[in-house]
């Protein structure tokens, strides 16, 4: 198992600005991940962050948007930028190491654009 | 894309009562995972399922993945209020990534 340290937890932003989410795993694994969710619903990939390379990105998401960082095996960020009150979602941070790719989640980041 | 469909999307019981979920997709699992998600968490692991018509329990949790592996169910007894939460079937794709269902919602009152 892996435990996943995710921050800010939540805060609040102007429209038009930036803000970076922090995931640091207390352990080496080989994949992460980072998630968009609407509260109550299912759970939608942004991206994988791979590490010392570009992250790889899903259908509707764009680097310029959401800027991912993964400099070694336990850390990585996401940025989220010139935010619009559409971005308002939790963001979770995934690791995974094993053969059933079974998933450990940090806590979110609950952001609200204002 | 594989979809994972969920069902019931909500679902409100009172203490005790028994329930079940359900997740089902068109296409065979390579394996199925259950997750259950509280408010202001990350969702956790409950079990991972591998072969067609295989059972596993977790206390008052009974998980069975199909025979031919392309649905799965959670069914919970006696349900308490700490079973509250979102539960989430998943299933891994290529590149360890995984498609997560459409959600369950439960709250248990007493």
């Known amino acids: 198992s892996a435990v996943i340290s995710q921050k800010p937890s939540r805060d609040i932003c102007q429209r038009g600005t930036s803000l970076t989410i922090q995931c640091q795993v207390d352990s080496q694994v080989t994949m992460m991940f980072w998630y968009r969710q609407q509260p109550g619903q299912s759970l939608t990939l942004i991206a994988t962050a791979n590490q010392g390379s570009e992250a790889t990105y899903e259908s509707g998401f764009v680097i310029d948007k959401f800027p991912i960082s993964r400099p070694n095996l336990t850390f990585s960020t996401l940025t989220v930028s010139n935010m619009s009150p559409e971005d308002s979602s939790i963001y979770l941070c995934?690791?995974?190491?094993?053969?059933?790719?079974?998933?450990?989640f940090g806590q979110g980041t609950r952001l609200t654009v204002v | 894309t594989q979809l994972l469909e969920q069902s019931p999307q909500f679902l409100s019981i009172q203490e005790g009562e028994n329930l079940t979920v359900y997740c089902n997709s068109s296409s065979v699992f390579s394996s199925l995972q259950w997750y259950r998600q509280e408010p202001g968490e990350g969702p956790v692991l409950l079990v991972t399922?591998?072969?067609?018509?295989e059972v596993k329990k977790l206390k008052r949790l009974t998980f069975q993945f199909g025979d031919a592996r392309k649905d799965s169910s959670l069914h919970i007894t006696a349900a308490q209020p700490g079973d509250t939460g979102l539960y989430l079937c998943a299933s891994p794709g290529g590149g360890n990534k995984l498609t997560f269902g459409t959600g369950t919602q439960l709250k248990v009152e007493l």
């Open positions: 399922v591998v072969t067609g018509g």
């Open positions: 995934s690791a995974s190491s094993g053969r059933q790719a079974e998933a450990f």
